[in-house]
């Protein structure tokens, strides 16, 4: 009988002591006494013996409004995290033969949503500067049964940031069109300068938020989305948490916002030092590549094709050989995944410090061999 194939998460959990997880985008760098103090007082009050107030508590209701810039004429969601908040809109405004454009590589998972429901996206190439959308192939990629343009910013996997300049182009393209805009800004927080699209068509867009990331708290699973009040209302029919999303979370979230004023600098600013160190150590090894630097989000994708080895292999040797945890690239683009691994460095000094020691030696251990001349005869 078969081996099994070699599940990478289910061993990364089980020796979750000893690995560094640079796979997921989660972000290690919040002050952890934040979120465990409030959720301890929560326990010792029993908060979650009973069903919490379904809406959302009024006071992550306030504090999301106030993080995101949101007017009194956008109307908040709140959802298990922020893939469900996707999945909702997607299956309730998207239907059989409508069109949205999209990019690859992406975030997969919103394609697979979008299939859901009996629509397809469009998948523009963006591996190749400037490694983004731009409003002109934007433009021309509409066609008539476009309903939606897909804008993640800063963007997963890449790390790539879109200016103001370009947000507002696709926005008001979106606006003249009458199409969907659905922007999401689950790293917006790591960027220097995020500009949300509901700025300049606030009737088509579709904010996605999260704090998984941002405040991270990912594995707390809480998210959501805001828009007109009518698109929501009619996301909000595929809602299943009718009774509420996990009162810990919300406990959570509001503490992590709160206080976001006092640690996200210091949070920014450790990324990018960590940034930079993993790129002082890709150009040292030879055929790995940046293509996006400085990332705009806590991660990047780092280029292998230079080495002839394929990302899930590097992915198994540096997990199983090192205890570092990268994601391979094919999770998140069907036509360049096998060119890329992804590494996210929200993540304390000392973890990048293990990647610093394991990179080089995984890929010399992994690198091909030219095969040795024959001797003479």
């Known amino acids: 009988m078969p081996e099994p194939p070699f599940d990478a998460f289910r061993y990364a959990h089980e020796h979750r002591a000893e690995v560094v997880w640079m796979s997921q985008n989660t972000n290690h760098l919040v002050p952890p006494e ?4 409030a959720v301890e007082e929560a326990l010792r009050e029993h908060r979650y013996e009973g069903y919490p107030f379904a809406a959302g508590l009024p006071e992550l209701h306030e504090l999301v409004r106030a993080d995101l810039g949101l007017g009194d004429e956008s109307r908040l969601q709140v ?5 469900e908040a996707l999945y909702m809109l997607t299956r309730a405004l998207l239907g059989p033969g409508d069109e949205v454009i999209a990019s690859d590589p992406s975030y997969l ?31 021309a990629a509409i066609g008539p049964r476009t309903k939606m343009i897909l804008l993640i910013d800063p963007l997963n996997p890449l790390g790539s940031g879109y200016p103001e300049s370009e947000v507002r182009a696709i926005a008001e393209i979106a606006h003249d069109k009458k199409l969907l805009l659905l922007n999401d800004v689950t790293y917006r927080d790591f960027a220097d300068h995020p500009t949300l699209a509901r700025k300049y068509a606030p009737e088509q867009t579709l904010t996605v938020w999260s704090v998984s990331k941002n405040c991270g708290l990912a ?3 809480l998210g959501g989305l805001a828009g007109p009040a009518e698109l929501v209302q009619n996301v909000a029919r595929y809602n299943t948490n009718d009774l509420g999303v996990n009162i810990l979370a919300q406990v959570a979230a509001v503490a992590a916002l709160r206080s976001k004023p006092r640690w996200i600098a210091k949070v920014r ?3 990018r030092a960590n940034q930079a160190a993993i ?3 890709v150009e040292r090894v030879d055929g790995a590549t940046l293509p996006v630097f400085p990332s705009q989000a806590n991660m990047f994708a780092i280029d292998l094709t230079g080495t002839s080895i394929a990302p899930e292999v590097l992915q198994k ?3 199983l050989g090192h205890g570092v945890f990268l994601r391979a690239g094919n999770y998140l683009s069907p036509k360049f995944g096998a060119r890329f691994i992804r590494a996210s460095f929200s993540n304390p000094p000392r973890d990048i410090e293990r990647f610093a020691a394991a990179f080089p030696a995984a890929v010399e251990r992994l690198r091909p061999r030219a095969p040795a001349a024959r001797a003479a005869t």
């Open 269 to 271: 600013e450790t990324t």
């Open 219 to 221: 594995g707390l699973r």
């Open 34 to 37: 934040i979120v465990t103090s």
């Open 317 to 319: 040797e540096l997990l």
């Open 79 to 83: 959802s298990a995290g922020g893939t």
């Open 279 to 281: 790129r002082s150590v």
């Open 109 to 139: 998972i919103i394609h697979k949503f979008v299939e859901l429901g009996g629509a397809r996206t469009q998948n523009l190439d963006i591996y190749a500067p400037p490694y983004r959308l731009t409003p002109d192939r934007v433009q």
